[in-house]
């Protein structure tokens, strides 16, 4: 909701945003400051009736000409507080000192009594961002690890920010940070490698999720959209993090005359603490760091430039010793045993800047012109031998866990990679907003080059027993090799339109949305238009309740990992993927006991026209780039909000799914998709003591069903099983250290905006969740998954202050 109200907020100041002329003069000079004394810089001074507007400087004061002798309507208006409404009578050549305090917005988790052109707008779910910063996330990537609660979202891996939605993979989900379309590293094969996520939660102001059926003006993927927006700052800030896992600061400013304005952030981040508690011990060192800064410049109230800009450099060395996996039943353990020799080094590096030209040419009239660059090179290198001892240990027969009873099989494998991939991405697109009274018409045009430079060197030698696998008389034959140098290069041309109306009758409150995306690639020659359609409804006999329909076409052109074959050669035949969303959603408002609640729930079905399988290794997807298959998904989702405390928004989530494919050709019908997790329940849950809210809890929960496994790298051939289930709680606790609300302070702390010291406990019940498998075979060849577990119990200690 809070989105939208700044929506509206904006509207109504660009509508009121002209000049003129004032006949006998009067003014109004002060100062603004927030409830905290803090003044505030960028607030809208406007006058009601001559829609004469001013900014109050960095310092907060302000001087406002207006017409005496006749009632007048001030109003002050910052975002992220409520607007003042002032009325005043002056006389001729009187200058009046006024000083107006502004308040919070303090918004309920729902407000059943809020406008029905607001709620109506909504299309996706709106995240709370405050406090997100003392969410406890063992990747570091607080945002993500909040979106893995949603409903229709999964993921079984603390370590990546990555996540699927609706039976979809990885790279179905769009993600956007002001209207820029970011990117993930192709090359990463494991949580371990990747690094910070793009997406710095310092800076962010407003999230938008959909996880399905969303608007045309959105790109062409198949799953979902995560609409980022930073901050646009109204008055100096800053903060400062560290803990055992990295640390992070940030600042904002804005100029005297309020036409400047500046947002940075970097940070740093090391997992090295984590890895320590994976089952293969080693020398790991991992160093992720990233720089990112937006500058604003307002030439006029209607012109205005915005520069975005990413810088990063992930690091990722490995020297593994050795390891020991006890796995099994007690009527079946089993442990294995390796020591190894060699080494990893990593380095995925990237920067990405854009530069966004805004003109408004009045109210009703918005057009950007944005210009982006996008530029990686990854490089991934390994040679690391391994000699295994798979023993059984006969618990069930009184053996001990920590004694080998009979040897099942031993053998060597090496591994070996030379991966370097270049990337570069350069696109221009024109965007407009036209707001029409109750017709709002959107509509861009997009054109994209891409060109990738690949070369790909990775094998592996396996032996068994003292026989290399797969076995040969005459040569020494490789379990699995890739070797290509690829080269792509192509221009993308987008375009798209879509118009929203809203209207109301006697049976209740409408918005009507229809789009229409286009999409040409000049590499394979394709092209596809992409319809979608949806319907917002807040019936007249229910304004607590709201129905959403959404239906609509999603098309998802071959990216360069689609297109590779699994020798990773580029396949002739490429493939677009292709998808029909069905979804019928409820949304119901209430109260228990004076507290808000919100129930949602949504049935979808997604029509999979179009298909590439592929294989889940940890967090690599590997596609079968020369094979087609068709599929579905259907689905039921739950998601019940409600503020515990005040202030404080917590959820469950319920998710239950099913998604099938049948590969054309193979002859087998329909199988469970590798994203097939047939259920999901999730929560986060925020707290503080009663009478003291310095003392705050935050706990995230999930528990998941296990993903569908075959053997990597030959096809969906054989029978698959299923992971165990993923059982996941991290908790946080926090305290803040400062009461700059109630407390005056002096000297240096006189500076600080808060102060807070936590503690965060990853997995909280120690349990051994598995990511991925390792294969080998025993003497009688016969094949063998040792499970590869991620992160066990750790402690995390973090100290954070703004300014």
């Not at 949580?191 to 793009?198: A, D, F, M, P, T």
């Not at 903060?239 to 600061?249: E, F, I, P, W």
């Not at 660059?373 to 006969?394: G, P, S």
């Not at 999979?608 to 592929?614: A, G």
């Amino acid at each position: 909701m809070y989105k939208i109200r700044f929506f509206y907020i904006t509207l109504i100041i660009a509508c009121l945003c002209t000049k003129a002329s004032a006949q006998n003069k009067a003014s109004i000079t002060g100062t603004i400051t927030g409830e905290n004394g803090e003044v505030l810089a960028g607030v809208h001074i406007i006058n009601a009736k001559t829609h004469q507007s001013h900014t109050s400087s960095v310092k907060g004061t302000y001087k406002l000409d207006c017409e005496a002798g006749q009632s007048i309507t001030i109003l002050f208006s910052h975002i992220g507080y409520q607007i003042l409404e002032k009325n005043f009578n002056l006389e001729s050549g009187q200058k009046l000192e006024f000083n107006p305090i502004l308040k919070e917005k303090r918004e309920n988790l729902n407000e059943i009594d809020i406008a029905a052109r607001q709620k109506l707008k909504n299309k996706g779910i709106y995240l709370q961002t405050k406090d997100i910063d003392k969410i406890a996330s063992a990747g570091g990537e607080s945002l993500e690890n909040l979106l893995k609660t949603l409903p229709g979202v999964s993921s079984n891996n603390e370590l990546s920010s990555q996540y699927s939605v609706r039976g979809g993979n990885f790279d179905e989900n769009l993600v956007y940070i002001n209207d820029i379309e970011v990117y993930r590293p192709t090359l990463i094969r494991s949580s371990q490698q990747e690094g910070l996520s793009v997406i710095n939660p310092d800076l962010v102001s407003s999230v938008l999720f959909s996880a399905g059926g969303f608007d045309a003006k959105y790109g062409d993927k198949l799953s979902s959209v995560l609409d980022i927006k930073y901050k646009m700052p109204r008055r100096f800030e800053a903060s400062a993090d560290v803990s055992l896992l990295g640390s992070s600061a940030h600042i904002a400013n804005v100029s005297k005359n309020g036409k400047l304005s500046y947002l940075a952030g970097f940070r740093y981040k090391t997992t090295r603490y984590l890895l320590a508690s994976l089952d293969t011990e080693g020398d790991y060192n991992p160093n992720y760091k990233d720089l990112q800064t937006l500058i604003n410049y307002s030439f006029n109230q209607k012109l205005s430039l915005h520069f975005w800009a990413n810088i990063s450099n992930n690091k990722y060395s490995f020297k593994p010793k050795d390891r020991e996996t006890n796995f099994g039943t007690i009527s079946d353990a089993l442990q294995l045993k390796m020591y190894f020799d060699g080494q990893e080094k990593d380095e995925y590096s990237s920067d990405m800047e854009a530069l966004t030209l805004k003109y408004r040419h009045n109210s009703r009239h918005l057009f950007q012109l944005i210009a982006n660059r996008y530029k990686t090179v990854e490089k991934e290198r390994f040679d690391i031998q391994a000699q295994y001892y798979l023993q059984d240990l006969f618990v069930s027969q009184g053996g001990d866990k920590n004694k080998s009873l009979e040897n099942l099989g031993i053998g060597t494998y090496l591994d070996h990679a030379n991966n370097k991939l270049n990337r570069t991405v350069n696109s221009l697109k024109l965007k407009a907003d036209h707001n029409l009274g109750d017709l709002h018409l959107q509509w861009g045009i997009k054109a994209l080059h891409e060109k990738i430079d690949d070369r790909i060197n990775e094998w592996q030698y396996r032996d068994s027993a003292g026989y290399s696998i797969p076995f040969s008389n005459s040569q020494n034959l490789l379990a699995y090799s890739r070797q290509a140098l690829n080269h792509i290069s192509g221009t993308h041309m987008t375009g798209y339109t879509q118009g929203d109306y809203k209207f109301g009758n006697e049976s209740g409150d409408f918005q009507l949305t229809a789009g229409l995306r286009y999409h040409h690639w000049s590499y394979n020659n394709s092209s596809f238009l992409s319809p979608r359609f949806s319907i917002n409804y807040i019936p007249n006999w229910r304004r607590q309740m709201k129905f959403r329909l959404a239906v609509g076409n999603y098309q998802q052109m071959p990216s360069y990992r689609e297109s590779l074959k699994i020798d990773g050669t580029i396949s002739s035949k490429l493939n677009t993927q292709e998808a029909w969303h069905y979804s019928l959603a409820h949304e119901y408002l209430f109260k228990i006991k004076q507290r808000d609640f919100r129930l949602s729930s949504e049935l979808y079905y997604k029509d999979l026209k179009s298909l590439i399988p592929y294989d889940i290794e940890n967090v690599r997807l590997r596609y079968y780039g020369d094979q087609k298959a068709k599929g579905y998904t259907a689905g039921v989702e739950f998601r019940l909000n409600w503020e515990y405390v005040p202030d404080t928004e917590s959820w469950i989530s319920l998710s239950l799914m099913k998604t099938r494919e049948n590969i054309l050709g193979d002859n087998r019908g329909y199988i469970a998709r590798p994203s097939d997790q047939r259920f999901n329940f999730s929560m986060f849950f925020q707290d503080y003591i009663p009478g003291n809210p310095s003392y705050k809890m935050h706990l995230t929960l999930i528990y998941a069903g296990g993903l569908p496994v075959w053997v990597p790298k030959i096809g969906k051939q054989g029978d698959s099983f299923n992971m165990p289930h993923y059982r996941r709680a991290d908790l946080g606790f926090s305290k803040e250290l400062l009461d700059t609300k109630k407390v005056k302070y002096k000297g240096l702390l006189k500076h600080f905006k808060s102060m807070w010291i936590g503690l965060e406990i990853f997995n909280l019940f120690d349990i051994n969740n598995t990511v991925s498998y390792l294969w080998i075979n025993d003497i009688q060849g016969n094949q063998y998954a040792i499970p590869n577990y991620l992160t066990a119990r750790k402690l995390n200690l973090k100290l954070s202050a703004k300014f």
